[in-house]
């Protein structure tokens, strides 16, 4: 991994700007979306901004201190591709002409007003995906993978994380991934050959006991 591949770590897009670009952290750079982190070791330049948020600087330093309990994903699979740029990451949504992007179309005859029709011409999508276009697709933000909050649970933990940034991090050269109780509360935490990082985990839903 070098620093162009670390900016998929990155919000796409945040009102927190030090999360659109990879930052320094000493010697090593990171990058965050604010719900995972990943530190690339001895990657700093100087053309990047040094970290200045204490909350995730604190973060990091505890996960870089802990100890991981290894854990593996029970379900892991390829992410789908998305199924409005059918994986290629560009699309632009066109707006059908006859609803105006509503879906349903109101209708007046002699003897009746009609509210609520399906569109014919759309058949209620309020438009298409135009894939020939050039723009990133809103769906995905361009990953061309499936837009998902679908979860990978992991095994003996009740603790998920969204596939997505499973699929980040599952390729890395010499992965270990690990579970880890931080102040702010779980992570996962990974480490791989240049360097580590942590994903934001989500609880499992537990049974209600009536
Ligand atoms: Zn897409
Ligand atoms: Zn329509």
Redesign the pocket.
Known sequence: MNADELQKFCAKQDIREWLLRPFRVGSDLCASNGHAFCLLRDQAREDYEEADNRHLLALIGKVRSSRMAPITATEISAPEHCKACKGSGKAVFEK?R??EGE?EVDAETDYNTYFGLE?K??GGD?GTWNRNAEGECPECDGSGNKPETEVVWLNDHELGIQKRYFALIKDLPGLNVGSEVTGTGHAVTFRFDHGEGAIMTINKPRAVVA
Do not use: A, R
Request: hydrophobic share 0%; proline share 0%; with cysteine.
């Open positions: 059908c006859e609803c879906g569109c011409s759309c309020c």
